[in-house]
């Protein structure tokens, strides 16, 4: 069974930064990509960044120039920095991770909130 342990969300002021980390239970080497979707109120779940095995990544439009996925394969864990945070922002942030490219996501994280002010 595999979990995806979160950590790093919280309450930040528009215009500040805060830093996810994601850590499975399994090697991180074992899921072809890794990454971190958001769901806000009312809408539906939709992928923020994602991270392969190779390092190569890719990213929702509306983060892309603000927010950075990266991985410590050392420290098993993948991160996701983000800058320039807005209240638009606000969601419940879950790590998910994925044993083949071109499939769906196979595992979920708890999820953990994350709330800009304005």
């Known amino acids: 069974q595999v979990q995806l342990a979160e950590s790093g969300g919280g309450l930040v002021q528009a215009g500040g930064s805060l830093r996810l980390s994601c850590a499975p239970s399994g090697n991180i080497f074992s899921f072809a990509a890794m990454g971190w979707h958001r769901q806000a109120p009312g809408k539906q779940r939709e992928l923020v960044a994602r991270?392969?095995?190779?390092?190569?990544?890719n990213y929702s439009e509306s983060v892309k120039v603000r927010f950075t996925i990266s991985r410590d394969n050392a420290k098993n864990t993948v991160y996701l920095q983000m800058n320039s945070l807005k209240p638009e922002d606000t969601a419940n942030y879950y790590c998910a991770a994925q044993d083949f490219l071109g499939t769906g996501v196979d595992y979920w994280g708890q999820g953990t909130q994350v709330t800009v002010s304005s």
């Open positions: 991270i392969s095995r190779d390092s190569r990544t």
